[in-house]
């Protein structure tokens, strides 16, 4: 790899981000060092961190807010289940957590994995990570090969987390921070579905940070909505589904009004989740969607589970000039 070459990059081509999705999940369990490993090797620019937080305000590197659908927590502390059936990160210290086995995610009903064509469940020795230990791994990488691979943490929950006395959004920047990561041009892109949370890091705790509006399938983006977005987010994530103009679904895609529209307020588009195992009627394989969202809609990046197929598709597509004005885009925005 010509880890040189994205330094001297024009900086007015197109080079969309490939956003590994809790590592390379398509190969490994989700969110454990080796599945981020992988998508680093496999040519991830960015690796994804949903964070949640223990009831000692230790910061891991987990997608749920309890436990049981990706460890054996049930096995190990039976007697820590709630009422409703969940095992919550917030009820446990990170002594505790220490001991539990990571394996493929299960199935709501825990009696199946998820995906039975990944990797096997129940099988590994893998564990639960640290917001602060993911961070140590990939700036140790970055070292090692000289490449600069991002993080792309998510604030899970906020308010769940308020509400059991943790300010999860302070607590991520404070982390960062001590790392080294404050800067808008700083590698890390902050992710949150909450509007008024992320709109509190940029306002209220006078973060730079670049940020990143989750949202997901039915919420009604209008363009006045979109505006206010920009006012303290960069990017815009939604379903990748939602970009797609419901018209074309069974013919060639067209970008919807909402890809349209957040271009035009100056929004970046990183659609989530490119996997295997769910096409839409448009794309006979995972390769054929991710062209056509990384070359035909000229997505600005992309959260994939198999990072290795979309930085291959990505670089298959050879240097995209950026488009024009006219064609509802505008330059990377600045804050
Ligand atoms: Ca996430």
Known sequence: ??????????????????????????????????????????????????????RDHQLLVLHDIYLERVTDVAAL????????????????????????????????????????????AETGRFRVVTLAEEIEFIQGLNRSTGRQVGLYPEIKEPQWHAEHGIDLGRLMLEQL?????????????????????????????????????????????????LRATREYAQVLAPPYSRLVSARSRNAEPRPSVLAVSARQAGLLLHPYTFRREKLPPYAASLEDLLEVFLR????????????????????????????????GRRSPPTA
Do not use: W
């Open 1 to 54: 790899v010509d880890n040189g070459a994205a330094d001297r990059r024009p900086v007015d081509e197109h080079r969309p981000l490939i956003i590994a999705h809790r590592g390379a999940s398509g190969y490994l369990p989700e969110h454990t060092l080796e599945a981020k490993a992988l998508a680093y090797g496999q040519g991830a620019d960015y690796l994804e961190q949903d964070v949640v937080a223990t």
């Open 77 to 120: 502390f039976p007697d820590r289940r709630r009422a409703d059936g969940h095992y919550y990160v917030v009820d446990f210290e990170l002594e505790a957590i220490r001991q539990l086995t990571v394996t493929e995610r299960r199935r709501p009903d825990g009696r199946a994995a998820l995906y039975p064509q990944r990797f096997p």
């Open 177 to 225: 921070a001590s790392f080294g990561y404050a800067e808008e041009d700083d590698p890390v892109f902050v992710q949150c579905f909450d509007a008024r949370e992320l709109r509190r890091i940029r306002e209220g705790l006078g973060s730079r940070l670049k940020l990143v509006q989750l949202v997901g399938r039915s919420r009604l983006e209008r363009r006045g909505t």
């Open 296 to 327: 035909d809609l000229r997505m600005d990046g992309v959260f994939c589970d198999f990072p290795d197929v979309a930085a291959r598709v990505r670089d298959s597509c050879g240097p995209l000039p950026v488009a024009s004005e006219a064609e």
